[in-house]
Every structure is written in structure tokens, then in C-alpha cells.
Nanobody, 129 residues
């Protein structure tokens, strides 16, 4: 398993687009996803892609963010469109095999580190108004 390492963060204006990437070699049976920590807020799940193809999103990003995986290249993506200032934060690529991992990483359940086995160091996303 490679160490999870995010890339693609940056600074954009409201309405802009960013695409985050994360190599995932060795995590074929894991639920993969993204969580974030916004300034002054607790960590929260954003989007998750389970090993069976199930995808879930947090309500706050549904319709704007898209999680996907290039299985040939073993890369997890988070396409972020129509970004808002409230999307500003540090975004982490994460993996887990727990029964709740899908729901924690997608924000459908409160963030619980016990449901996540590993995550990267994060990449900063800044959306200016």
C-alpha cells in the first residue's frame, strides 16, 4: 500500500473548479474517500467511494463535487465544481474497511477517526469571494 498523498489543492474564486488527486495503489478492497477540516470546524466527511462502487456525498457538496477512481492508474479523484468560500479548508484522502467508513467519509455520520484506517497529510483548498 502506498502512503496516501493528496495533490491538486489551491486557491480559486467563488464558482471556480479544483480537482484533487490521491494515489490508491494497494487499497482495492477499501472504502476510499475525502474528508475536510474547515477553519473553526470539526473534521467532516465529504465524499466516499466503496469497493463495491457505492458512492455517497455530504449534503453540502452534493451536485457540486464528484468522487471517482481511475482503476487502471489507481488514483482517487475529487472533482470540485462551483466552489464556495465555505468549502475552504484542508482536504484529506482517506481509506478504511469499517462498517461505517462509507457513511463517515461521506458525512452521513459524524466524523469518527475509529472508522478510518489511514489518511494523507492534506491539501489546502481556499475559495475567495
Amino acid at each position: 500500500q502506498v502512503q496516501l498523498r493528496e495533490s491538486g489543492g489551491g486557491s480559486v474564486q467563488t464558482g471556480g473548479t479544483l480537482r484533487l488527486s490521491c494515489p490508491t495503489s494497494g487499497y482495492g478492497i477499501y472504502c476510499m474517500g475525502w474528508f475536510r477540516q474547515r477553519p473553526g470546524n470539526k473534521r467532516e466527511g465529504v465524499a466516499a467511494l466503496d469497493s463495491d462502487g457505492t458512492i455517497e456525498y455530504a449534503n453540502s457538496v452534493k451536485g457540486r463535487f464528484t468522487i471517482s477512481k481511475d482503476n487502471a492508474a489507481n488514483i482517487l479523484f475529487l472533482q470540485m465544481d462551483r466552489l464556495k468560500p465555505e468549502d475552504t479548508g484542508i482536504y484529506y484522502c482517506a481509506a478504511g474497511r469499517g462498517g461505517h467508513t462509507l457513511y463517515v467519509l461521506s458525512g452521513l455520520l459524524p466524523f469518527d477517526q475509529n472508522d478510518i484506517e489511514t489518511w494523507g497529510q492534506g491539501t489546502q483548498v481556499t475559495v475567495t469571494s
